[in-house]
């Protein structure tokens, strides 16, 4: 252990409960090791990671793209004919991949998922995306919404021939060292995608250690470096989803399903509740939280005052 890393975590930790924060696990790594951790729970189980599931559908896209199973640009009325309305109006034909992706298909709102009701009664998620109300140009928009990811794993599972999970068992988890992943089906048996990942916060962080690297885990390639250099970027304004408790860590830009940190020279993943997988190249650095409270905004700001601002 790194004495001044652990020192950051135990800080964070330590204001997070004297503010009541449920923190279940909180972990610091530099290039593959580990440096610091703190837990809540006497041994790591594994958790929903909730959107930061977005991060690896991403790297799913990125795989698919190397494969030729799809490209960035083609439209998802292409991949999905049958499910196309009589009358698409003029914004749901145009829609593609990247703008799926990027969060920017031109929604009008953000439809259902995590613990909407409608999750619980709707069966046919992608009939449901395809009957919804688009008001913009595809590109010209941003709104956050677990749709746009799922819609991504459907399309690779259709040309794939196999779910998500199937899909990517051999292809990154087994690489980075998470045997039998679990993930959540919805009620056709397509991956929820945007969410319903379990992990523990090793894999978690050894996730994130593979994006650091942009797709390199230890030796062995993964995702396309390429992609994931231009999956990080800025593609996109999200300013939209900022708001006064969360400013100082959110609205910096979004790319391919990963968010942009202040200062454009990191990025991460974070899910509902409070988990974070915070990615830094820069430093050979990646922090990792989980958490299971409903003020994720302030375990957002603690985190950034604690130890992303800090990290050295």
Known sequence: ??????????????????????????????????????????????????SVSKG?????????????????????????????PADPGPFLPKITIRHLLTMTS??????????????????DWIAYFFNARFDKEPGTGWIYSNFHTYMVSCAIERRAGMNLLEYLRPRLFDKIGIGNPEWTLCPMGHVYAANGLYLTIDELSSFGEMVTNYGEYRGIRVV?????????????????????????????????????????????????????????????????????????NRIGTLLWQDVIGRIE
């Open 224 to 296: 396309p470096e390429a992609y994931l250099r231009e999956a990080t970027k800025k593609l996109a304004d999200n300013s939209s989803h900022a708001t006064p408790e969360n400013d100082s860590f959110q609205g910096k830009g979004y790319g391919y399903q990963f968010i942009q940190n202040p200062g454009n020279r990191s990025w991460r993943s974070e899910g509902n509740y409070g988990q974070f997988c915070v990615m830094i190249p820069e430093k050979k650095a990646v922090v990792t939280v989980m958490s299971l409270d409903g003020n994720y």
């Open 56 to 84: 690896v559908v991403s790297c799913a896209a990125g795989i698919a793209l190397e494969e030729g199973l799809i490209s960035l640009d083609e439209r998802i009325c292409d991949i999905f004919p049958e499910y196309v």
């Open 106 to 123: 031109g929604l009008a709102e953000p439809l259902f998922m995590g613990d909407s009701e409608e999750k619980y009664t709707v069966k």
């Open 1 to 50: 252990m790194d004495m001044t890393d652990q020192k950051l975590i135990n800080e964070f930790a330590a204001h997070a409960k004297a503010e009541g924060l449920c923190v279940n696990y909180a972990q610091i790594h530099r290039n593959g090791e580990l440096t610091a951790e703190y837990s809540r729970l006497p041994s790591k189980t594994r958790l929903n990671v909730w």
